[in-house]
């Protein structure tokens, strides 16, 4: 094996193994700082909002959500109709009418709750709310079009998603407060350290020709 390549080689690689490092590092000092940053804008936060979303009172969830109201003059809510909206406690959701002749007539509602839906019909550009506080299943309907289907369901629970965590959309580690990213950076880094290393090493010690000799030799 020729030693001046190998160590040619291994130089090579430990200079790109040092660049992949110090950027992994940056970028896991990066999202630190940013972390800092939520943090204390949450930490801020003493009026009752976080980042810019009004928090219900009680600790409740305080998002929001919007359901159509017979969208392209379907005859559904969506969502609602063909699969239901699942909130936490304290969503606000609206309910935006898309098409004419349309009403909400709650016909299920948990025990302790007082919605009462919106029984007047109404038309394209009508919206209406209210803040979910009771857990549960709520079942509506649209009177003048229950005979084709038109009805929805909402359920809230506490995660606000469906079961198995399908109704609520993907969530990134970093909002968990986990910044995973630079990690992985570092760990392929190593990976790729010891492959180069190996293969070189491989290369050269087996690579060679059975009839090759070194300068000098005879």
Same mark, same amino acid.
């Given at each position: 094996?020729?030693?001046?390549?190998?160590?040619?080689?291994?130089?090579?690689?430990? !200079? %790109?193994? @040092?660049?992949? $490092? #110090?950027?992994? =590092?940056?970028?896991?000092?990066?999202?630190?700082?940013?972390?800092? /940053?939520?943090?204390?804008?949450?930490?801020?936060?003493?009026?009752?909002?976080?980042?810019?979303?009004?928090?219900?009172? !009680? %600790?409740? @969830?305080?998002? $929001? #959500?919007?359901? =159509?109201?017979?969208?392209?003059?379907?005859?559904?809510?969506?969502? /609602?109709?063909?699969?239901?909206?699942?909130?936490?406690?304290?969503?606000?959701?609206?309910?935006?009418?898309?098409?004419?002749?349309?009403?909400?007539?709650?016909?299920?509602?948990?025990?302790?709750?007082?919605?009462?839906?919106?029984?007047?019909?109404?038309?394209?550009?009508?919206?209406?709310?209210?803040?979910?506080?009771?857990?549960?299943?709520?079942?509506?309907?649209?009177?003048?079009?229950?005979?084709?289907?038109?009805?929805?369901?909402?359920?809230?629970?506490?995660?606000?998603?469906?079961?198995?965590?399908?109704?609520?959309?993907?969530?990134?580690?970093?909002?968990?407060?986990?910044?995973?990213?630079?990690?992985?950076?570092?760990?392929?880094?190593?990976?790729?350290?010891?492959?180069?290393?190996?293969?070189?090493?491989?290369?050269?010690?087996?690579?060679?020709?059975?009839?090759?000799?070194?300068?000098?030799?005879?």
């Amino acid at each position: 094996m020729n030693r001046r390549d190998f160590l040619m080689a291994a130089s090579g690689v430990a !200079g %790109g193994a @040092g660049a992949a $490092s #110090a950027a992994a =590092a940056a970028q896991e000092e990066t999202g630190s700082s940013g972390s800092f /940053g939520i943090q204390e804008g949450n930490n801020s936060s003493d009026n009752g909002t976080t980042n810019g979303t009004t928090a219900a009172p !009680g %600790g409740g @969830g305080g998002g $929001s #959500a919007t359901v =159509a109201v017979g969208p392209n003059g379907d005859y559904v809510y969506t969502p /609602g109709t063909e699969e239901p909206l699942y909130i936490s406690p304290g969503t606000t959701v609206t309910f935006e009418w898309e098409s004419d002749n349309h009403n909400i007539n709650p016909q299920s509602v948990p025990e302790g709750s007082d919605w009462e839906g919106h029984m007047p019909t109404e038309n394209t550009g009508f919206t209406y709310e209210y803040t979910f506080e009771t857990l549960g299943t709520y079942e509506y309907q649209c009177d003048p079009h229950v005979g084709l289907g038109m009805v929805g369901t909402i359920i809230v629970n506490e995660s606000g998603q469906a079961p198995g965590g399908e109704g609520g959309g993907e969530v990134d580690p970093e909002h968990m407060g986990v910044p995973i990213q630079a990690h992985w950076v570092g760990i392929a880094t190593i990976l790729a350290i010891m492959s180069s290393l190996m293969f070189t090493f491989y290369v050269l010690k087996y690579g060679e020709s059975a009839h090759s000799s070194s300068p000098g030799r005879d």
